[in-house]
């Protein structure tokens, strides 16, 4: 009797791991991102109904030059950051509500903006601005 028991006790415990991956699978968790992505040598641009994730892009700035940035902050949370690889950003924002503002390159480099949502809902905008 006891390898009838061992044999039903394997059986269950394979169909709750079954059941157990399938729920995971079946879309338990959040969606990364659901938007549009637009990005070149002047722009950075990104628009989400969803996004739980970090995107990021590379500027090649000049010192001078301007990133004019506007976020629209719909819910949840958006941190951004700006700066050279290896030095302190010249910007750092958290939780950042809507808005508008620049950030002046003091010296050229190469600039990545990073962007994190968390359940965020909304878009940033990131414009490079050069002196004429």
Known sequence: ML???????????????????FLTGCGFHQPTYNG????????????YSVMNTTETHTFKLTEGDKIETEIVSDEGEVSVEIGQSGQEPVYQGNQISTGTFQVVIEESGNYQITVTGKKAKGSVNFTVVTPE
């Open 36 to 47: 549009n992505r637009i990005s070149n040598e002047n722009q950075f641009v990104l628009e």
């Open 3 to 21: 390898f009838k028991e061992d044999t039903n006790r394997k059986r269950l415990m394979s169909l709750i791991a079954a059941i157990c991956l």
